[in-house]
Every structure is written in structure tokens, then in C-alpha cells.
């Protein structure tokens, strides 16, 4: 007979959705930001003149993507696409990928700064909660043995096998789960948030010390862009995990926290 277990504490569904939520809103409208000026340096200064290590834009009818000393052609997506009205459009990224649609540098940053206190006053949230619940200790701190080679191996090839753990083994989360959690809770979002910081005027004569951490202003935008990249992975990745697992069971234990455990194999 199917089991049920509690398997996600209302801290961890609460901040789950709200961040989901939140960084949607935020990628999107940073996006827009990005239309504003499309190109990425390196250091404390970049302007049109300067070398860029990654621009957005089109010449004559086609639309490119260029990286380093690489030319793709976006033509349709990027630097050069169509409205929904059919109207011909010479900016980065879309309109159905922005917040707003149409090209609104200020309302985009309305968009993302208001949300961007809503990720850190949730996230400080869940850091306590989760400190106080075990949440941390218990089930994202991998264990010594998790770490082993032969056990990472293991976990790799279970997931290319598509063998997700059944049975007592689907209570936890296995070893690279903790590491792709862990590099967002840790890692992404921290810097993300301090690389944002670190474009603020206000915060550069408040804390200069982040100006020399990223390395300058250009620097904290680029490595800014990187993190937002890497949640993209990060939500791409996550969400095929999901859908592969059983989408009705994990979404539930997202929802209620109840979370049906997969009979084990026979």
C-alpha cells in the first residue's frame, strides 16, 4: 500500500513558491535592463567603445549573439525579432521574455528592485527557519560517506539511468540534490544579491569593499548576469527532474507536504 510522509516542512513550501515566484519576476524584468544597454565587461568601466566579452544586437537583417571572438546568428530570437503585432523589433532579448513587454528601462527597474527586497526578506526568512527547524543539518549538509567518489558516481549514473531512489531511500534527498541546493542557497542567490548591491551608487560610497570584491562595477554586472544564468540551469534542470519523478507526487509535497513514497522494486 502507498505511503505517505511529511516530507517538506511549511518554511521550505512557503519560501519555495515565493522565490519561484520572485525570481521569475525578477529575471524577466531584468532582462529588460539588460535591453537597456546589451553588452558585458570586465572591471570598473564599459561603454560602446570598450571591448565587450558578450553583446546582444543585429546588423543589416540579422540578428547576433557575439562571445568573445564567436558570431551566432539569433536572427528570431535575439537582437533582432517580431512583436506580436508583426512590427520588426532591434533589441536583446524579446518582449515575451521581459518585464514590461515593451521597452521601459524605469519600469523595469521598479519591477526589479521592488522584488529583489522580497528575495532577501524572504530568503532571510527561510535561512532562520530553516536553522531553527534542522532544516540545514538534517537534510541539506551532505554526509561524509555522500561525498565519496563512488557514491557521487553512483547517484550520477542513477539519474542518467532515470532510477530515482524508492522506498526509505526517497525520504531524503539524495547527494547531488544537496549539491544543486546547496549551490543556489549558498552560492547563487548570496551573490546575486551582492553583485546587484554592487551596481547601486549609493551602496558603492555605503560599502566600497564590494567594488574591490567583484573586481568593479562592470564586473559585479557581468558575474550579476552569470548567477541569473546559472538559476536559469538551475530552474531548467529542476523542472525536468520533476516531471521525470512524477510531477502530480512531487508538486503535492511541494504543496501540502505530503509526499507519496515509491513503492520499492521488486
Known amino acids: 500500500m502507498p505511503l505517505l510522509v511529511k516530507r517538506h516542512r511549511w518554511p521550505t513550501r512557503l519560501w519555495h513558491w515565493v522565490n519561484a515566484a520572485t525570481m521569475l519576476v525578477m529575471l524577466m524584468s531584468g532582462l529588460m535592463i539588460f535591453n537597456a544597454h546589451p553588452r ?34 539569433t536572427t528570431g530570437v535575439l537582437g533582432l525579432w517580431k512583436d ?26 521598479l519591477w526589479h528592485f521592488f522584488f529583489a527586497w522580497i528575495l532577501v526578506g524572504s530568503a532571510l526568512l527561510f535561512f532562520a527557519a530553516s536553522i531553527v527547524n534542522g532544516h540545514f543539518r538534517k537534510d541539506l549538509l551532505p554526509r561524509r560517506h555522500e561525498l565519496g567518489l563512488r557514491h557521487l558516481w553512483s547517484d550520477i549514473v542513477a539519474h542518467a539511468r532515470l532510477r530515482f531512489p524508492r522506498g526509505e531511500a526517497a525520504k531524503r534527498y539524495g547527494i547531488l540534490q544537496k549539491i544543486a541546493y546547496l549551490s543556489v542557497i549558498a552560492l547563487l542567490l548570496p551573490v546575486i544579491i551582492l553583485t546587484g548591491l554592487t551596481m547601486s551608487p549609493a551602496m558603492n560610497a555605503a560599502w566600497p569593499w564590494l567594488l574591490e570584491l567583484f573586481g ?39 504543496v501540502t507536504g505530503w509526499y507519496k513514497l515509491p513503492e520499492e522494486r521488486a
Open 40 to 73: 558585458l565587461y570586465w572591471g570598473d568601466y564599459g561603454a560602446n567603445s570598450d571591448k565587450a566579452w558578450l553583446q546582444i544586437g543585429s546588423r543589416g537583417d540579422k540578428g547576433l549573439l557575439v562571445l568573445g571572438r564567436e558570431r551566432f546568428e
Open 216 to 254: 568593479g562595477r562592470q564586473s559585479a554586472r557581468s558575474i550579476h548576469f552569470l548567477c541569473a544564468a546559472g538559476l536559469v540551469a538551475f530552474f531548467i534542470v529542476h523542472i525536468a527532474m520533476v516531471i521525470l519523478a512524477g510531477p502530480f507526487n512531487e508538486i503535492r509535497s511541494m
Open 84 to 109: 506580436s503585432a508583426g512590427i520588426e523589433r532591434r533589441r536583446a532579448f524579446p518582449g515575451w521574455a521581459t518585464i514590461p513587454t515593451s521597452y521601459s528601462l524605469a519600469d523595469a527597474r
